[in-house]
């Protein structure tokens, strides 16, 4: 099983460099609405068979263009939602630097609780089982393997690849997921393999080093390109 984790396209939160969480309403900017078109391109030909995204704005628009293009109804899974920033969620990022808290976030993500809001522990958590879930009743429908979509936000990307990659939750920030990239993680049997980190180029095709019904042999490549 294989599954695309694609952060949604450029919001206009990013642009106004703000701490978006869960504010209802932040939508795709004009680069995003592009973003979101060139999805379709870059996944090609690769058989995608279920799209599955937060219930937010900015990942609902970022899929819609390629769920048209498959014919694909997205699922809704409320698990892989953006973080509940609490009481941070819209304030500046420029303000956030000088609060306490965001050293612990940037040295010590594990113990990161935000105020009114959740644990990055927390995050990690649900987004994974989430995914494995998934994971598996797509493995069980489609009788075997399949590639599949997440569409979902950077930190919680970045939690389940660091889960993936089997490194502490407190290293996460050493992880990359740009808006509108990709990152490939095969579940197998054994153990996953991450295939890919924070994709923005053209094709995604080319960025697989095997097949998606193909089981990996040896060790599974690792890396990212923003060509």
Known sequence: MTVILLRHGR????????????????????????????????????PVKAI????????????????AALGIEPV??????????????GRKISEL?????????????SAAVFPDGEGLAQVQSRAVAAIREHDRRLSETHGGDVLWI????????????????????????RITADPAS?????????RPFVLHVNHTGNGLTAALNAA?????TGDAVVGGSTA
């Open 212 to 216: 998606p019904d193909a089981a990996p």
């Open 76 to 89: 809704v899974e409320d698990r892989i939602i953006e973080v509940d920033y609490g009481s941070w969620t």
């Open 150 to 173: 997440a569409c979902t936000h950077g930190d919680v990307i970045k939690s389940v690849l660091a889960d993936a990659l089997g490194t502490h939750l407190d290293s996460f920030q």
């Open 11 to 46: 919001s206009t939160s990013n642009t106004a460099h703000t701490l978006a969480g869960r504010s209802a309403g932040v939508d795709l900017d004009d680069t995003g609405r592009e973003q979101a078109e060139a999805v379709v391109a870059r996944i090609g030909t690769l």
């Open 97 to 109: 630097f000088k609060e306490p808290l965001w050293k612990v976030v940037q040295a010590q993500p």
């Open 52 to 67: 599955v995204r937060s219930p937010l704005l900015r990942c609902a628009n970022t899929v819609a263009p390629l769920a």
């Open 182 to 190: 990709m990152s490939v993680i095969r579940y197998t049997e054994t």
